[in-house]
């Protein structure tokens, strides 16, 4: 711009402008053309310097007084912020023509073109509305009581009656949170337009103050604003309410109509959910019909969504068909309500599901109960004690594919929620796999009942949950295989009862398991059912269990100190853990074979270890009774494992150990022959378990080559040491539990008792070669050692078995009697060093001794005495022998005995005297273990020896007595020591000895 | 500058407009050079202000969405701070923001009534409660500025008629500028406000028509009236913001005519902004303006949700 011109211009201007400033704008003065104009755009013409009309914008053509745009120059916050109320929420149409449903009247202008503006309500020259400048909003009529909003929505208040939202009705109060987001109220609190609708501000459709229906906000959040606030109607959500749900998807069997019958098409909220507004239409709804959307408010409306529960009618549950008096909780009768109201109420409902009749609770089941009660509608079908219980979790992966629903807290379907009466039943569909409705007085089955699923094979009620029991077709505990024509307790047979029904009852059952037969005799309700088929006379007598069978009851053995896996059972048939043995225990009667989902399909078949309704197979491992018997499978390949040493040895039922398995090898669960449910023959003995053994381990038997031959360690006599140890051994095994190695005695009847006797398996575990190591695989006639040899305790190195009881025998440890010192090569009579046989061993062996069985000596006799314990004696201490190095040749004590104290069998430095054969006797003679105990180096201490080789004195030399006033002088008194040195000095030769022979 | 004109006080303008030597005044043009708030980040919805820290990144006020957005110095997002609400941190429709020398921001936390204290990368640090008018209605906060050298902070109270002055050190308000009226240094709702190189302080006098320039100075504040009442050039209908470039000229945008006219500080009109061609420049209701060091001018264009970045040329 030039700037001459400007400044010539405003020269001009000056002088043209001075007679109007003056007038037109005093000191401190309002300019009225200026303020009109700052709105009036076209009135800004009077000021407007015709010449330059140097403007900077077009002036409209239209002479109104403002559009949006004016509106906004001052409402975006420079004078009043509208930008979000205005310009950012939802707003009352403008800039369309109105539509029919209206009418404008004149003093609300339209646009030139008629179509509404901001004009058309508001104007700055408004109503006094009575509120501040903040307030303001400039209306052209107050709007009190939204009459504003009336005078073109002029049929919105015509009420209920006409389909119409209640207006000018007056509350006590309306709910603060609708009044927090903008609601306004009439006089009186009375509803008005403006209490629902606002013309700015609303973030929603439809003008609402609250979003009410668009995706991802709480559907029919307006509504249930205030309407939450009836009785029985929870605002916190749409669940747990007693009134029908909204916010959730339509239904699947949902057939909506193209429209209602107000005209209306069907309305769903965002995502397509119930709303509110799907039955009722608050400003179109039929008339007297609570805003419905149908005529008819009863089942018609109902079964538009629900289609499928058409099935209902004709069935028991059509309430007004068979039970038209029938009231509700509301008194109607059924017949006026309807079938479906009946049982539910849209709205206010007492219970679950909107359930129309009085319910104590919130379980789903208290529905069912409220008419199959004493005295209710369907007191003929009641369901008694011994009913399928409700309530109870089902593990979810099974409850996923199960097909049935489960119900939580909320009664809706939850897969991991609670069995509820609505997970088998289907209360409006009668029979699942037919059109069959029942009618009033039809007996239902497996078939029918309402049940989701037909009890069948093919559908299998039972079996959607139960999966695993599933495979019981096809087994001979499948009764329709069976063809059997026996009848449960209601008197179905299993046409009609379906196979679980054969034996199970869901409702009204005889006792626990549901169980729906008689009961047999047993421990245990488990064994009790059983029974009631493998009993005498009944459908399987021929699979009867005999007296001589596993023990039922009781503490099983693998109790203690391991978990386990086989079920346990109550006296009442419930699985403990801290309950006994019971046929279930290791039977499942629901699969012929482990794992496996159906049975051979053939009746009377011969099951073995592999099947027969075992839990677990007793395959090459034995795992079954290795759940429990741990231990004892330990027998696994070792000579004792008939398939390694006897393969074609055959049991009592000729069945070689492949056959039966290696336990079946020796026992039978079940009808076995004797005692420890033997199932082999046995041999000579007087203790059971000692015949046992000698049924292998004999002439001509398998076990002939590890038969006893020579003498042997005493058994069922009274071996006081011995007794006293394996007592308390005994004892603590019954009292405080199992140790594998305790060295337990026997009674005669083969039993374990404290008061019991030695026998063969006190010593030997016939189940385990290596009381450490278990068994060697696949050994047979294996030569064993004092590690193994099926010991209970390893004798090496220091004869651990043999000390339990000889405990005073251990001494002999670290002497020079003990062979590791003075002989480690040196054999006993079994070809055994004593490092293969343990110290004790190498001079007794408890099996196969020298003739005559004396002191189970395992070493030769010498000929240089008529005396057995000096020939003993000598055997060693001679030239060439391992005792050589102590040989005493002057060894034979003169025969007369002194009468000392020592003699006397109650004394306390008792000493022995031995007759030839070695028996101590009172009228014996002097002899080596007279003065020496050969098993302990010194007398002083109760201890071992001294790990080598030693010269003694008096106070050791393996003599019995510590003091030298005893052995010698008890008889020779001061000679005592000259004897003494007369006969072991090494001074002294043979010849001045022969001299000094004192009784020469 | 007052509309009452006595004749002999215009008798003696005429002679001194007359006698003085005619200055020539070029156009001032503008050339668009980026666009902010539309391709990076979030989207804007009715902006009210710009700023532009020492590092060229910068801050727009969201106003409705209750946030202040962060841009890096080529326009692109970087972050932004701020909901709805009324707790600390929170804003109700903020309608004005100013920068300290640190690059802290002061936020005119509109709807909740209060000034709003930020740390350059967003943390609140503290707010600052304003002061009630003497018949009860409550502060309205539009706009602030700060005076670091003085450690003042103003706070434009729109509905009040007032500018607030705060003193940073003692931490309390001092005393107001304007007050309602049309005379002199009165105001008639006050939208935006922005401080010169000396301090002097320009308000947006949005029903007044003008911008009134204010000294810093305690006792003698009011200085002049910017602009009057009109749509043709050099007159104002909607004046909505201000800018002061380098060279002490002041730019006023107006959001009705959409355009933005620039006057020299005492009030003389020396142009309306230009295109490149010469043609009026056109904005979509042109609010709040800022130029950063480079002198570059940012403009909110409100109802297009977005703010424009221009170079000035002559």
């Given amino acids: ?1000 | 500058m007052s509309y009452h004109l006595s004749v002999p006080w215009f008798l003696c303008l005429t002679l001194i407009l007359v006698g003085m030597p005619l200055q020539a005044v070029g156009a001032i043009t503008a050339k668009k050079i980026a666009t902010i708030g539309i391709g990076s980040g979030p989207e804007l919805r009715h902006p009210s202000d710009v700023l532009v820290n020492s590092r060229g990144e910068i801050f727009v006020l969201d106003g409705v969405n209750n946030r202040v957005v962060h841009y890096d110095a080529q326009g692109q997002y970087l972050n932004q701070f701020g909901k709805g609400g009324s707790k600390p941190g929170e804003f109700n429709n903020p309608l004005g923001m100013a920068m300290n020398r640190d690059g802290n921001l002061y936020v005119a936390d509109t709807g909740n009534s209060r000034v709003q204290f930020f740390s350059s990368d967003g943390q609140y640090l503290h707010h600052i409660e304003l002061p009630h008018d003497g018949d009860g209605r409550k502060p309205d906060p539009t706009d602030v500025a700060i005076d670091d050298v003085r450690n003042k902070l103003y706070v434009v109270d729109n509905d009040n008629h007032k500018v607030l002055v705060y003193d940073l050190k003692q931490k309390r308000f001092k005393r107001y500028i304007g007050g309602m009226g049309m005379k002199g240094g009165e105001l008639r709702w006050p939208f935006s406000i922005k401080l010169d190189r000396q301090g002097r302080i320009f308000v947006v006098d949005v029903i007044n028509t003008t911008v009134k320039s204010y000294l810093p100075d305690e006792k003698r504040h009011f200085d002049a009236s910017i602009g009057k009442w009109g749509v043709e050039r050099g007159e104002l209908f909607r004046p909505k913001g201000v800018a002061i470039d380098d060279r002490d000229e002041v730019y006023i945008s107006d959001s009705f005519l959409g355009v933005i006219q620039v006057f020299d500080n005492q009030g003389r009109f020396l142009s309306v902004l230009l295109d490149e061609e010469g043609q009026l420049l056109k904005f979509i209701t042109p609010t709040r303006l800022h130029f950063d060091q480079k002198g570059l001018l940012y403009v909110v264009e409100m109802f297009a949700h977005r703010v424009t970045l221009y170079e000035i040329g002559r």
């Fill in chain 1, 1 to 1000: 711009m030039n700037s001459y011109r400007v400044l010539g211009g405003l020269f001009f201007l000056c002088l043209l402008l001075l007679p109007i400033s003056a007038v037109a704008a005093p000191e401190g003065g309002q300019n009225s053309s200026k303020e009109c104009s700052m709105c009036h755009l076209r009135w800004m013409d009077d000021f407007i310097n015709e010449e330059k009309k140097d403007l900077l914008m077009e002036m409209p053509e239209a002479r109104v007084a403002a559009d949006e745009m004016m509106c906004y120059s001052c409402h975006d916050g420079s004078i009043a912020d509208s930008r979000f109320r205005v310009w950012e929420t939802s707003k009352h149409k403008s800039g369309i023509k109105p539509s029919e449903n209206v009418t404008i009247p004149e003093e609300f202008p339209l646009d030139a073109e008629g179509k509404m503006t901001c004009a058309t309500c508001h104007t700055s020259h408004g109503v006094d509305t009575r509120v501040d400048m903040a307030s303001a909003i400039f209306l052209r009529e107050a709007n009190v009581g939204s009459s504003m909003c009336k005078r073109c929505h002029r049929d919105k208040d015509d009420g209920a009656d006409e389909g119409m939202h209640p207006v000018d009705v007056e509350f006590d109060a309306l709910p603060q949170e609708i009044l927090d987001a903008g609601a306004k109220v009439g006089v009186k609190n009375t509803v008005i337009c403006e209490t629902c609708h606002t013309a700015h501000g609303s973030t929603g459709d439809n003008f609402l103050i609250i979003p009410n229906s668009e995706e991802g906000v709480p559907q029919s959040k307006l509504c249930e604003t205030c309407h939450g606030l009836s009785p029985d109607m929870s605002s916190d959500g749409v669940l747990r309410r007693h009134s029908h749900p909204v916010d959730v998807d339509i239904t699947d069997d949902a057939k909506l109509p193209a429209r209602w019958d107000n005209g209306e098409e069907p309305y769903l909220g965002g995502g397509k959910k119930v709303n509110c507004r799907t039955c009722h239409s608050p400003h179109n709804g039929t008339k007297k019909n609570h805003l419905l959307v149908v005529n008819d408010g009863g089942d018609k409306l109902c079964m538009t969504c629900h289609s499928s529960k058409e099935t209902i009618l004709r069935t028991k549950h059509d309430i007004p068909r068979f039970n038209s008096k029938e009231p509700s909780a509301d008194g109607e009768a059924a017949a006026n309500g309807g079938v479906c109201k009946s049982c539910h109420f849209m709205h206010k409902g007492y219970g679950p599901r909107m359930w129309a009749r009085q319910v104590e609770g919130e379980s789903l089941d208290q529905l069912c109960i409220s008419c199959h009660a004493k005295g209710e509608m369907a007191e003929e079908a009641l369901t008694g004690e011994h009913s399928h219980p409700t309530g109870v979790g089902v593990d979810q992966a099974v409850s996923e594919k199960s097909g049935l629903p489960l119900f939580n807290v909320e009664g809706d379907v939850d897969v991991a929620g609670k069995v509820s009466c609505a997970t088998c039943h289907d209360a409006h569909l009668w029979a699942v796999a037919s059109d069959q409705r029942g009618g009033k007085d039809v007996d239902g089955d497996g078939n029918s009942s309402f049940l989701r699923k037909s009890e069948t094979k093919q559908q299998a009620l039972c079996r959607s949950c139960h999966q695993k029991q599933g495979a019981i077709l096809g087994t001979e505990h499948d009764l329709s295989l069976e063809a059997d024509r026996s009848k449960n307790s209601h008197g179905q047979g299993v046409e009609r009862s379906g196979v679980c029904g054969a034996c199970h009852l869901i409702h009204n059952a005889d006792g626990d398991k549901l169980w729906g037969r008689n009961l047999g005799v047993g421990e245990d309700v488990i064994e009790q059912m059983c029974n009631a088929c493998h009993s005498r006379g009944h459908l399987a007598e021929e699979k009867m269990t005999g007296d001589e069978s596993h023990p039922m009851g009781g503490v099983p053995i693998f109790k203690v100190g391991k978990e386990h896996t086989l079920p346990l059972y109550e006296k009442n048939g419930r699985r403990s853990r801290q309950g006994g043995v019971s046929c279930a225990t290791c039977h499942d009667l629901h699969s012929w074979s482990p794992g496996s989902e159906r049975g051979p399909g053939e009746k009377k078949i011969e099951g073995d270890r592999f099947n027969s309704f075992l839990r677990q197979a007793n395959d090459d491992d034995a795992t079954l009774c290795a759940t429990c018997h741990e231990v004892n499978a330990m027998i696994l390949g070792s000579d004792h494992d008939l398939r390694v040493s006897a393969p074609r040895e055959i049991n009592m039922e000729r069945l070689t150990a492949d056959e039966t398995g290696v336990c079946g090898a020796c026992h039978m669960v079940h009808n076995a022959w004797g005692d420890g449910l033997w199932s082999r023959g046995v041999g000579s003995g007087k203790n059971r378990n000692e015949a046992l053994c000698n049924g292998c381990h004999a002439r001509r038997k398998s076990a002939s080559k590890k038969r006893l031959h020579g003498p042997k360690h005493p058994m069922n006599k009274k071996v006081s040491e011995a007794k006293a140890t394996l007592k308390l051994e005994t004892a603590r095994f019954y009292g405080k539990g199992k140790i594998d190695t305790e060295l337990p005695l026997f009674t005669n009847e083969g039993e374990r008792s404290p008061e019991g006797d030695i026998t063969c398996s006190t010593c030997h575990n016939p189940h385990r070669w290596d009381p450490e190591k278990g068994a060697p695989r696949a050994s047979k006639n294996l030569e064993g050692d004092g590690s193994n040899s099926f010991l209970r305790r390893s004798n090496l190195p220091t004869s651990g078995l043999c000390v339990t009881c000889h405990t005073q025998k251990a001494n002999v440890v670290n002497t020079e009697h003990d062979m590791r010192i003075t002989g480690q090569e040196e054999k006993n009579r079994l070809k055994q060093t004593v490092g293969e046989s343990g110290v004790c061993s190498a001079c007794h062996v408890p099996h196969d001794s020298m003739e005559g069985g004396y002191q189970l000596w395992a070493r030769g006799l010498s000929d240089k005495s008529e005396m057995l314990p000096e020939r003993l004696c000598l055997d060693c201490h001679d030239e060439g022998r391992v005792g050589h190095d102590k040989i005493v040749e002057e060894f034979s004590h003169p025969e007369t005995v002194l009468v000392g104290e020592a003699t006397r069998k109650k004394s306390k430095n008792y000493v022995p005297l031995y007759d030839p054969s070695g028996q101590k006797s009172n009228a014996g003679i002097i002899t080596c273990p007279t003065c020496h105990n050969p098993h302990s180096w010194t007398p002083e201490n109760d201890r071992q020896g001294p790990g080598r080789q030693l010269e003694g004195n008096n106070r050791s030399s393996f003599l019995r007595f510590k003091s030298a006033r005893n052995v010698c002088s008890d008889c020779h008194g001061i000679e005592s020591l000259r004897r003494y040195k007369y006969f072991h000095s090494e001074r002294s030769d043979k010849k001045s000895r022969r001299r000094l022979r004192p009784w020469n």
